[in-house]
């Protein structure tokens, strides 16, 4: 018997089940942007050092860049598209409120490397979550904060909008193509 | 970083289908894949062999972590997380609880597992830096039957040279309540070692391994018998690194490495 060189693999990506037939040579990574345009999830460096590829697997933050794949069948993939999900959405929002991104690029790893955490989480917690994930523009301390602030907009978000609307960078819902399914 | 080459891809449940998958030409055992996927990608040499990677995941003989009369048997699928986190291993074998939370990073840690860190050809993988200091047995395999190997004889075998149809299952791990682990890198997050010291204390006697002074981590004996006997610890860890790799130690090097056997035997005593 001779193992395969494809397999057809079905996931729940951001909540949604998804089917598809991917290389058994292709990373997470590249089958989340070449194959199913989801681009939010970056590149940085390939092979471990960065933190820009950063997904939740089943919930917990791994690098897309050094998981196959074809491993990733029955399993859950949680990436920065995903607006179904609440502290995503404060997370994203917390960001662009406290400047905590110049380029973006490593804003989605960061984003989903403290995306488990609790909404108290202190700083010393996020900063440990957060040293896989380089950030090269804004110096991390508008990082940590952002992660403070979107704690917070969880735990009174009686009132008015946590946060100023002109802020908020969730997109509006849009259908879903039906290719990715 | 560059494609992966082609590959096939495998996942048995069994450990009989993992042992045949494996004696395939070009077959080879893929579990975290932090080191393998990345070496894939540069075409290392010791990976070039390899055109189907065996996700051994699936296996449940390689998980957990279990007490076996005064050890810990941790399966070699364990990651550096689960180490860390785990209260067993940080009560009976803190030196190897340490070593996995100065490994790498969160989300890496939550990859790499025990049996990857020792079959990896790293000079300082710091797993494996506790495991030698700690006296680990390794589960191991082979064909029908499993072997129990001393890990000194795992660790010389490269990972091109490791025959086939051998899998590496577990490590057993007596306890070793009175050790630690110190590690000089570059950076907190992802540092490799520059160098590595993990000491582990036992009634009358005290065994040393370093990383990053050769090809793999090994035991120092001389440094452990100049700790236990307050000798000089310089002194014995140059008579340690001789012939432990291709080049000499450098001078700074050993003096890190005193430094932090220093170190790491006063916390391993307290």
């Not at chain 2, 699936?58 to 997380?81: E, F, K, Q, S, Y």
């Not at chain 2, 009560?91 to 840690?109: G, H, K, N, W």
């Not at chain 2, 450098?250 to 035997?265: E, G, K």
């Amino acid at each position: 018997m001779t193992a395969p060189l494809t397999i057809a693999i079905g996931v729940e990506l951001n909540g949604r089940p998804t089917r598809v037939r991917v290389a058994a040579a292709t990373t997470l990574v590249d089958l989340l942007r070449d194959t199913l345009a989801l681009t939010g999830s970056k590149v940085g460096c390939g092979v471990g050092d960065c933190g820009a590829c950063t997904v939740l697997l089943d919930g917990a933050p791994v690098l897309a860049c050094l998981v196959l794949a074809a491993e990733v069948a029955g399993r859950r993939i949680t990436t920065i598209e995903d607006r179904d999900d609440d502290r995503l959405a404060r997370l994203r929002a917390a960001f662009v409120a406290e400047g905590a991104l110049q380029c973006g690029f490593c804003t989605p790893g960061m984003i989903l490397a403290v995306r488990p955490l609790a909404d108290d989480a202190d700083a010393a917690t996020i900063r440990a979550a957060l040293v896989g994930n380089l950030c090269r523009c804004t110096g991390y301390a508008a990082i940590v904060r952002a992660v403070e602030r979107a704690g917070r907009a969880a735990v009174k978000p009686a009132g008015r909008a946590a946060e100023p609307r002109a802020n908020d960078p969730r997109p509006r819902r849009r259908p879903r193509k039906p290719s990715r399914g | 970083m560059a494609d992966l080459p082609a590959l096939r891809y495998s996942r048995p449940r069994r450990l009989a289908e993992a042992l045949t998958a494996l004696a395939r030409p070009g077959a080879c055992a893929y579990a975290g894949g932090t080191d393998l996927l990345v070496a894939l990608a540069d075409r290392r040499p010791w990976v070039r062999f390899v055109r189907e990677v065996v996700d051994i995941k699936a296996l449940d003989v390689a998980r957990g972590i279990t007490r076996v009369d005064g050890a810990l048997r941790i399966g070699a699928l364990v990651t550096a997380d689960e180490l860390m986190a785990h209260a067993g291993v940080r009560r009976d074998v803190p030196a190897l609880a340490e070593a996995a939370s100065l490994t790498a990073a969160p989300a890496l840690r939550r990859r790499g597992t025990v049996g990857g860190n020792l079959v990896t050809p790293h000079p300082a993988g710091d797993v494996t830096t506790a495991l030698v200091a700690l006296g680990a047995v390794v589960e191991v395999a082979d064909g029908r039957r499993v072997r129990v190997l001393p890990i000194a004889e795992v660790l010389t075998s490269q990972a091109a040279a490791w025959p086939r149809q051998r899998l590496i299952l577990a490590v057993r791990v007596p306890h070793a309540r009175r050790s630690a682990f110190e590690k000089l890198a570059a950076r907190g997050a992802f540092g490799r070692a520059f160098v590595a010291v993990a000491v582990a204390v036992y009634r009358g006697r005290v065994r040393v391994a370093l990383g990053g002074v050769g090809v793999r981590p090994c035991l120092a004996p001389a440094t452990a018998v100049a700790l236990w006997q307050g000798g000089d610890v310089a002194a014995a860890l140059v008579a340690d690194c001789q012939g432990t790799g291709p080049a000499r130690v450098s001078a700074h090097r050993l003096r890190m490495a005193a430094v932090l056997a220093t170190r790491a035997f006063a916390r391993a005593r307290a």
